[in-house]
C-alpha cells in the first residue's frame, strides 16, 4: 500500500511562479524525502528532512514537516521550465542495515513559459 | 563514475517467458533495492538487499526472485512472466551511514504480451 499521497495529482503553473505539493503519510517515520522523475527517467533525490525536523531549505526548495498532521510540503521558489517533472515524497524507514522507502503517487508539475 | 546502471533498457517477453533484468551500481553502496512503477503510481518496493549475502522481500515480491552476486550487483529474475507484470523497473542503491538517500538508475521498461 501507499505510504504517501501527494496533493494534488497534477499542478500547472507559469514560469517564475511558486509551486507547492502536500504529502500526507499514515504511520510513524524516521525521515521523508523528495524526489524529482524526469518524463521516462529514474527518480533524483532532491531533499530529506528528518522526523525531528520542521523545515529545511536546499536552493529554490523549501520543505516543511509537521509530524503531528502526519503531512510535508514541498516548495519550489520562483519555478522554471526545467522545474516540469513528477514529484514524489517517500517515508523512510529504517531497518537498521538498510533504509526502505515507501513512495507516494506523485504529483506531475507542468511549467509553462 | 556511472552510479547505477540497469540493462536491458526496454524487453518484450511472451507469457511464460523468463528473464533477468540486470542492476550494477559502483558507489560502493551497501544496500540495493529493486522497485516497480505502473503508469500513474508511485514506486513499489519488491526486494532489497541490505548487504551483500542478504536479500529481503518488500511490498510486492510475488513472482519475482533476486540475486546479490556481491556488492556491485544486483539481480531480479522473472520466472514466468506474466502481463501484470508490465511495468518499468527501478534499481536503487544507499550507503548505511544514516545517510538513508537512494539512486536510482534509469529504469528497464518491461512489457509482457
Known amino acids: 500500500s501507499q505510504q504517501g499521497e501527494e496533493d494534488p495529482q497534477a499542478l500547472s503553473i507559469q514560469e517564475g511562479e511558486n509551486a507547492t505539493m502536500n504529502c500526507s503519510y499514515k504511520t510513524s517515520i524516521n525521515n521523508l524525502q523528495w524526489y524529482r522523475q524526469n518524463s521516462g527517467r529514474g527518480l533524483v533525490h532532491l531533499i530529506l528532512i528528518r522526523s ?51 513512495f507516494g503517487t506523485g504529483t506531475r508539475l507542468q511549467v509553462t513559459l | 563514475n556511472a552510479g547505477v546502471t540497469q540493462t536491458p533498457k526496454f524487453q518484450v517477453l511472451k507469457t511464460g517467458q523468463s528473464m533477468t533484468l540486470q542492476c550494477a551500481q559502483d558507489m560502493n553502496h551497501n544496500s540495493m533495492y529493486w522497485y516497480r512503477q505502473d503508469p500513474g503510481m508511485g514506486l513499489r518496493l519488491i526486494y532489497y538487499s541490505a548487504s551483500e549475502g542478504t536479500t529481503d522481500k518488500g511490498e510486492v515480491p510475488n513472482g519475482y526472485n533476486v540475486s546479490r552476486l556481491n556488492k556491485r550487483e544486483f539481480s531480479l529474475r522473472l520466472e514466468s512472466a506474466a502481463p501484470s507484470q508490465t511495468s518499468v523497473y527501478f534499481c536503487a542503491s544507499s550507503i548505511w551511514t544514516g545517510q538513508e538517500t537512494q539512486y536510482f538508475g534509469p529504469g528497464t521498461r518491461l512489457l509482457v504480451l
Do not use: M, Q
Request: aromatic content about 4%.
Open chain 1, 52 to 102: 525531528n525536523e520542521r523545515e529545511k531549505h536546499s536552493g529554490r526548495l523549501r520543505v516543511t514537516l509537521d509530524t503531528s498532521k502526519k503531512s510535508s510540503s514541498l516548495l519550489i521558489t520562483a519555478s522554471r521550465a526545467a522545474d516540469t517533472a513528477s514529484y514524489f515524497c517517500a517515508t523512510g524507514e529504517n531497518t537498521g542495515t538498510a533504509s526502505k522507502l515507501t
